[in-house]
């Protein structure tokens, strides 16, 4: 009913930067909350940024002050700036989004298939 796909990783040096693309498409009636999660290997899946319909924002404490999230609710898609990336920032990112469909009328939980993130020289 709902797909959300990520696009942006990739390979990149210590110090640079990447942005996270989240498309959601299928019989959306409207999307609350939208968030972006990290899984590196060995780990348990994390938050990184969430951001609500009207743009309450929330951090992980480990990429304040080097993370945007934003959204454009017309293109029902969210974005993760991700700027000054460290080796630790190296996973895969995941998409989250909480959705009402025109089927069901009711909040589901849809997760991205996810985009690999490498920060490494």
Same mark, same amino acid.
Request: charged share 15%.
């Given at each position: 009913?709902?797909? /959300?796909?990520?696009?942006? @990783? @990739? /390979?990149?040096?210590? @110090? !640079? ?5 989240? %498309?959601?498409? !299928?019989?959306?009636? #409207? ?6 999660? =990290? ?7 994390? /938050?990184?940024?969430?951001?609500? =319909? ?14 945007? #999230?934003?959204?454009?609710? %017309? ?15 190296? %996973? ?6 909480? #959705?009402?469909?025109?089927? &069901? ?8 298939? !996810?985009?690999?993130?490498? #920060? &490494?020289?």
């Amino acid at each position: 009913q709902v797909q /959300l796909v990520e696009s942006g @990783g @990739g /390979l990149v040096q210590p @110090g !640079g930067s990447l942005r996270l693309s989240c %498309a959601a498409s !299928g019989s959306i009636f #409207v999307i609350g909350a939208m968030g972006w999660y =990290r899984q590196a290997p060995g780990k348990e899946r994390e /938050l990184v940024a969430a951001i609500t =319909r009207g743009g309450s924002i929330d951090y992980a404490d480990s990429v304040k002050g080097r993370f945007t #999230v934003s959204r454009d609710n %017309a293109k029902n898609t969210a974005y993760l700036q991700m700027n000054s990336l460290k080796p630790e920032d190296t %996973a895969v990112y995941y998409c989250n989004a909480q #959705v009402v469909t025109r089927l &069901s009328m009711v909040t589901e939980n849809y997760w991205g298939k !996810g985009t690999l993130v490498t #920060v &490494s020289s």
